[in-house]
């Protein structure tokens, strides 16, 4: 079904930055379609913006550190008629402790949320944006993409830097299609702002 109202997606929406995108969103009369591990939180903010700015919200809870999941996002929203015009990749966490610190299960993970997920929903939405004639995607990076990479968060600045490299890319790519690109790159969010990354909203 085909909206006159343009349609959001927005990844790591059941909290932080991701939740707080769908607020302004909604507020600026968009649709929208939420996704994230935690059902009960999105539920709870979708019903929060339907009452508050008669949105309306699809909540499709995904764990995009499952391989399958964009692709199984992606084919939901084609059976439901869903066309993205704005997509937020905004799902990301850090992993703390140096590389060896941690498993390569954990880091697959990671590496998953943080730059495959975000780089393959783009890839699977963009030729719809193209072909409509419009379209914006942002990918949540951060200022740890720009500034040496600390030890401690060996892949997060890593994949933070990819992000920036990839918004600008592609927005080339994209300019005359009219699809804007872009990276947004806030500071650190965590409880000691001089040392951690953004909090996990996968």
Request: with cysteine; aromatic share 4%; glycine share 8%.
């Amino acid at each position: 079904m085909t909206s006159p109202r343009p349609l959001s997606l927005v990844t790591g929406a059941s909290s932080g930055i991701g939740a707080e995108f769908a607020r302004q969103l909604a507020a600026g009369g968009h649709d929208l379609v939420l996704t994230a591990r935690r059902a009960d939180r999105m539920e709870t903010l979708a019903t929060e913006l339907r009452e508050r700015y008669a949105t309306h919200v699809t909540v499709l809870p995904h764990d995009l550190a499952d391989p399958a999941a964009p692709q199984m996002l992606c084919d939901t929203l084609e059976q439901r008629g869903l066309q993205v015009d704005w997509l937020i990749n905004n799902a990301g966490y850090g992993v703390p402790g140096t590389l060896d610190a941690n498993d390569w299960t954990t880091h697959a993970d990671s590496l998953q949320v943080l730059l495959i997920a975000p780089t393959e929903l783009a890839w699977r939405l963009l030729p719809g944006m193209r072909e409509r004639g419009h379209g914006r995607i942002i990918n949540v990076s951060s200022l740890a993409g720009h500034v040496p990479g600390p030890a401690g968060h060996t892949l997060y600045a890593a994949t933070k830097a990819y992000l920036i490299k990839f918004s600008q890319s592609l927005a080339l790519e994209n300019q005359s299609a009219g699809v804007n690109v872009c990276a947004l790159c806030p500071g650190f969010t965590g409880r000691n702002s001089t040392t951690s990354p953004a909090p996990a909203t996968r």
